[in-house]
């Protein structure tokens, strides 16, 4: 089974993430957390604390994984249930290189790799970031990235069973039920 979560920061997005993978896995199932963050600052590393003990003690294996998402399906324990947190944080280690200028083929090879994924494991339970209601102006990189994790999310959507936004824990359902 295939689940999309999005939504905005500390929308309780990434907490019923969790608790579907949880759920689908079953007990004594085999739960993996792939992080994809590279922290840039201490914002993130707040982050990353956060919910690595939001997640403590229930069983996650945590595979770091910047980038690299083919070499993790590779590797993939196919009963394994995955939550992928997040496509958003993917994109941006993927998209950007030194100068950080945005790669226009980044969705593209994020999505083939996540697709890749979906069909070598179990269960893959995914996260993003809904930055697209804020109504500012950025600048063309920023635009190109914001394009391309619109992009991920439709095609994410489209091999997804479940697809849910959450705002203020309080997930709406498009798309299929929650294992919950």
Do not use: W
């Not at 689940?3 to 199932?29: H, P, R, T």
């Not at 945005?102 to 893959?124: F, G």
């Not at 990235?145 to 936004?165: F, H, N, P, Q």
Request: some cysteine; glycine content about 10%.
């Amino acid at each position: 089974m295939n689940i999309l979560f999005s939504g905005g920061s500390k929308s309780g997005k990434s907490e019923l993430a969790e608790n579907a993978a949880l759920s689908l896995a079953g007990d004594g199932g085999r739960l993996y957390y792939i992080a994809t963050m590279i922290p840039r600052d201490d914002e993130d590393l707040q982050r990353i604390r956060r919910h690595r003990g939001a997640r403590a003690g229930k069983g996650f294996i945590t595979v770091e994984c910047g980038g690299d998402i083919n070499k993790l399906a590779d590797d993939a324990d196919p009963e394994g249930t995955y939550l992928l947190d997040s496509v958003t944080a993917l994109l941006e280690s993927v998209a950007f290189d030194d100068e950080y200028k945005y790669r226009d083929s980044a969705a593209d090879e994020i999505t083939s790799s996540l697709k890749r994924l979906s069909r070598a494991v179990k269960d893959l339970v995914l996260v993003s970031d809904n930055i697209f209601s804020d109504g500012g102006s950025y600048d063309t990189e920023t635009e190109k990235y914001r394009k391309g994790l619109a992009a991920c999310g439709r095609r994410l959507a489209e091999i997804s069973d479940t697809v849910c936004e959450v705002t203020c824990k309080i997930p709406m359902l498009f798309k299929g039920e929650l294992p919950l």
